[in-house]
């Protein structure tokens, strides 16, 4: 006789063991998923950190008071505006410290204070001309390294500063002439050699510039050329050979846009070098593909029973489209506008091949003024030897990142209040 076993394994035990190893399966998922999300966000919250670290001492920028008297003398025989305002500035730190006998210790005294001193006088003259002859009190921007010392950025020990000049801020210190305000030329003032002069509104505007071309023809583009794909093609080889290569396009890498636009825009066309108006057509080509897939998804959301009932009731394909199909995809169209653009704004490589690498000074008023953009300003800034472009090139980065945020989050909200449920 053969023998039963003594405990004999019930489907029930089966069941109960495979659930149990599921249930550990998907407990190990989502800790490996919220490990995976908290690793994210640290170093995120990491990059931040060391941005803004570095960044937010460009938002103050130190500045001496000097007593300066505008000598009618400097304004015989000229014009205010050709005056030499940087004598009035030498006069008043020689006065400040008598001490600085020799042509040595003259150069180093008048290298404390920022160059752009004289033009701060030349603004207040041009726009006052009663202050000729008279004496006031008026706080000018100290050198890029006495504002690094002053911010404890640089050591008294580094030799960037000579005996002399650490004496004379220290004396400068005491009488209460040193002083962090808030620095409004980072934020008025286009590029510049100088760290204490620089600014990123030239950066900026042509950033501005520049997107809003790029936005101008990429989406009625991308939108007209995703309607004619998805709701007037047909399907044939020709259509699909264009498919695969728009698909292929949004992969292509961007600096083979900017040498597009080198070859064609720049040589071929003669259009202006540096110019925001070549760079919205290569940023144009560039988000294209990606505006043209996004809408094609959005286009492709549409339940096919909007489409058969408004042509049911006697519209037209061109109404259904418009009045219909277009009306609920416009969301997804948008978003993904919004996200290219975003992407648009943070590209340096195709923007450096066109030229808006050049040092531009003057704020651009229009497409086709030379100008530069936020993120080849960031570079250029990174690449300079100047420690105080430190700063300036992080504080640029924070702008460019919050612009960033912006856009994306705009994209978020746009598509939660226009989305349409059916």
């Known amino acids: 006789m053969s023998s039963m076993p003594d405990h004999p394994i019930k489907s029930i035990d089966i069941v109960n063991k495979g659930l149990n190893r599921r249930y550990r399966a998907e407990k190990r998922f989502r800790r490996i998923g919220l490990g995976a999300v908290v690793i994210s966000i640290t170093f995120l919250s990491l990059l931040f950190i060391s941005i803004i670290g570095r960044g937010h001492g460009a938002v103050f920028q130190t500045h001496m008071l000097l007593e300066i008297h505008f000598d009618p003398e400097i304004f015989i025989g000229v014009e205010a505006g050709a005056a030499d305002y940087a004598r009035l500035v030498k006069q008043a730190l020689h006065a400040q410290f008598p001490d600085a006998a020799t042509r040595g210790e003259k150069r180093a005294l008048y290298g404390i204070v920022s160059s752009g001193a004289a033009f701060q006088l030349r603004h207040m003259v041009m726009e006052d001309p009663g202050l000729i002859g008279k004496r006031q009190s008026i706080w000018v921007s100290a050198d890029d390294d006495v504002d690094m010392l002053i911010k404890g950025n640089l050591s008294a020990e580094s030799g960037r500063l000579s005996e002399n000049q650490l004496a004379w801020i220290e004396r400068l210190q005491a009488q209460a002439r040193l002083k962090k305000k808030f620095n409004t030329a980072f934020f008025t003032a286009g590029d510049s050699r100088e760290p204490e002069q620089a600014g990123i509104l030239g950066a900026a505007s042509g950033s501005f510039f520049t997107l809003l071309i790029t936005l101008m023809l990429s989406f009625p583009i991308g939108v007209a050329t995703a309607i004619y794909l998805e709701e007037f093609a047909p399907k044939?080889?020709?259509?699909?050979?264009?498919e695969v290569n728009i698909n292929n396009l949004a992969a292509v890498p961007s600096i083979v846009f900017g040498l597009l636009g080198l070859a064609v825009f720049l040589n071929a066309f003669g259009l202006p070098r540096s110019a925001p108006l070549v760079g919205g057509l290569v940023l144009t080509l560039m988000t294209l593909p990606t505006i043209i897939i996004a809408s094609r998804a959005s286009l492709q959301s549409v339940p096919p029973s909007i489409r058969d009932a408004a042509l049911g009731i006697g519209a037209s394909k061109m109404q259904m489209i418009l009045h219909h199909v277009l009306p609920l995809a416009m969301p997804g169209m948008l978003t993904g506008t919004i996200?290219?653009?975003?992407?648009?704004?943070?590209?340096?490589?195709?923007?450096?091949?066109?030229?808006?690498?050049?040092?531009?000074?003057?704020?651009?008023?229009?497409?086709?003024?030379?100008?530069?953009?936020?993120?080849?300003?960031?570079?250029?800034w990174?690449?300079?030897?100047?420690?105080?472009?430190?700063?300036?090139?992080?504080?640029a980065t924070m702008t460019l990142l919050l612009f960033l945020i912006v856009m994306n989050g705009f994209a978020v909200v746009l598509r939660k209040r226009l989305e349409r449920r059916w």
């Open 236 to 242: 044939n080889r020709w259509t699909d050979l264009i």
């Open 339 to 380: 996200i290219g653009m975003a992407r648009a704004l943070g590209e340096t490589a195709p923007l450096l091949m066109i030229g808006m690498v050049a040092f531009i000074v003057d704020i651009p008023g229009g497409f086709t003024d030379p100008a530069s953009a936020l993120p080849v300003q960031i570079y250029l």
């Open 382 to 395: 990174a690449d300079s030897p100047e420690r105080a472009f430190e700063e300036r090139t992080a504080a």
